[in-house]
């Protein structure tokens, strides 16, 4: 659970044993923060309330400074959203990979550094000679890849991907999440990644995870969650999504997300569900294992699936 | 240049820079919205493509090298201070990052009042507040819901909305939307799109919606355009563009589009373009480099044909020496839709 500000709770969930890719899929803030409590790098006020991150044997939460300093990049990292501005302008692609891996293996050499460098280059599809450039001399999609190349540089078990591919066009797009995956499977890391883009999910996770107002409210293997998407929010997002393939009717969902310092009672969705009844306005559900590797919070949803059982 | 254009580009040309490095932002574009029958023209392309300049030169931001823009008849360069006015009231943006479009300082009510003052449309206080009011509910909002309220305190839907209210107000003829939607949570996403759509139907007001994202396109727009290095390579009704798309490119675009099903694989290129193959001569076809259909004519001079009522600048469609059409060429970057629909 993290808390931020006001005691308002932005977010709890639990992520059980991310094997793969999982995306999480979240349209404001909560995914984020998220993401930021499992790698500590959410920054005042926001604090964890509670709960524990278990990476590889060790609690993330109760390592201290020096632990954790060893341990990120090491053992998970970040690729953040602007890869435009997360690079060091004044610095070389090159010192700044070799610097991350001064920082957590001193032992390497300069000449297997180098070697290092130029391998993990290629790796993401650019060329060895771009070691050598400045960041202005990037496009952004070789940029992001850079980015890639340094999140990977260590062969970390966990990469946390915050919207890798917001800042680019849909063919960079492509290009870029195809490297990532590409690495992700070759060094056998977990990766989970932040978006709200629902094809970019469809195409390029296992598992998705849905939030709303702070809480995981529908979690499912993705092909099973675009198929039939079970949480109300989830249905009403799919069909919110402006089609490609013809030209129909645009139904967004009514109303707006509530700030989290100011939820409404019960479900935090019922004021913009078309299924709420006098039930969810009182009581929160809790995410319910509903189906195989499918958990819902949902009063009704649970209801309907659980009568299904029963018929069946 | 008839009389009945409300808005004419014609041969637009935008060079930014001395002439030995000059960059081409856009060239050659010709576009036009006639009086009386409003419509959705969306621009698309990827980045660096030349939306944005040519939203600006609309907005008559950006002079244009060479061509002509016109408005309502006249020469943008050639007004006078009292039709620049007019011009400046009927042609409207809105802009892509609804949270630095605000003065942080003020509440929405002293930001809606502004133009109103400016353009002398009220005077009077209530008369003012009456024509925010009426703007707000136009677009969805409840006046209570925004008014005296700073631009911190509304959500990114909310603010995008004041915004197309403060356009609403001042009567326009013309909105030049920038990417209107793209800072904005999807499911208000929606929303917003048919409030733009609405105002082509119910107030005849006209909409140059530029976005990279082409499912939002087909959408709303009536007339879609696909930009490639600063020329346009289709321009044709968006319905059709995007279902059958002709030029390489667009086919390329269509095809790298994420779907949102995991049964349907992801297209498309997989190699970058590399950085030349960006910039390179303009002497001939601008996708040359990256065309998987390239051929030696290509690259003689920029191509312009009509193919299924639609400008493509692609030699493919140069039926003009054979009277065989050309082998017809398949989307060889098409998905396995077609199986499914």
Known sequence: MVTAGLERQIGSASIWNPASGWGLLANRDPARPLALAILRLHKPPARIESGRVILAGSDILQLDREALRRMRWKEMSFIPQGAMNSLNPVMRIRHQIADAIRAHAPAWSGAQIRRRIEELLERVGLAKQAADLYPHELSGGMKQRVCIALAIVLEPKLIVADEPTSALDVVVQRIVMETLKDVQKQINAAMIVIGHDMGLMAQSVDRLAVFYAGRMVDTAPVRDFFRQPLHPYSQALITSLPSLKERKPLTGIPGMQPPLFDLPSGCPFHPRCSLAEARCKVTAPDLSVLAPQRSVACHIIKERINDQHQST | ?341
């Open chain 2, 1 to 341: 240049m008839t009389s009945t254009n409300l808005l004419e580009l014609e041969k637009i040309t935008i060079r930014f820079g001395s002439s030995s490095k000059a960059v081409v932002a856009v060239e050659d574009l010709s576009l036009s919205i006639e009086e009386g029958q409003p419509k959705i023209i969306a621009i698309a392309g990827e980045s660096g493509s030349g939306k944005t300049t040519l939203g600006r030169i609309v907005l008559g931001l950006v002079t244009p090298t060479s061509g002509k823009i016109a408005y309502r008849g006249r020469e943008l360069a050639s007004m006078t201070q009292v039709e620049r006015k007019l011009f400046r009231r009927e042609v409207q943006a809105i802009l892509q990052d609804p949270f630095s479009t605000f003065n942080p300082f003020y509440p929405i009510d002293h930001l809606l009042r502004m133009p109103l003052k400016r353009f002398g449309i009220a005077h009077e206080r209530s008369d003012m507040d009456e024509h925010i009011r009426h703007a707000l509910e136009q677009v969805g909002l409840g006046p209570s819901q925004v008014l005296g309220r700073f631009p911190h305190q509304l959500s990114g839907g909310e603010r995008q909305r004041v915004v197309v209210a403060r356009c609403l107000m001042l009567k326009p003829k013309i909105i030049v939307a920038d990417e209107p939607v793209s800072m904005i949570d999807a499911s208000v996403r929606a929303n917003i799109l048919d409030c733009l759509k609405g105002l082509r139907d119910e107030l005849g007001i006209s909409l140059i919606y530029i976005t990279h994202d082409l499912a939002t396109a087909r959408q709303v727009s009536d007339e879609l355009y696909i930009l490639y290095r600063g020329r346009a390579v289709e321009i044709g009704s968006a319905d059709s563009v995007i279902q059958e798309p002709a030029h390489p490119y667009t086919q390329l675009l269509v095809a790298s589009v994420p779907q949102p099903n995991p049964d349907l694989a992801w297209t498309g290129e997989t190699e970058p373009p590399s950085r030349t193959s960006r910039q390179g001569d303009r002497s001939g076809c601008v996708f040359f480099a990256r065309c998987t259909h390239r051929m030696p004519i290509c690259e003689t001079a920029p191509p312009a044909f009509r193919h299924k009522h639609r400008d493509v600048a692609c030699y493919l469609y140069d039926f003009s020496q054979t009277q065989q059409p050309n082998l017809m060429i398949s989307n060889e970057y098409c998905r396995s839709t077609k199986q499914h629909d």
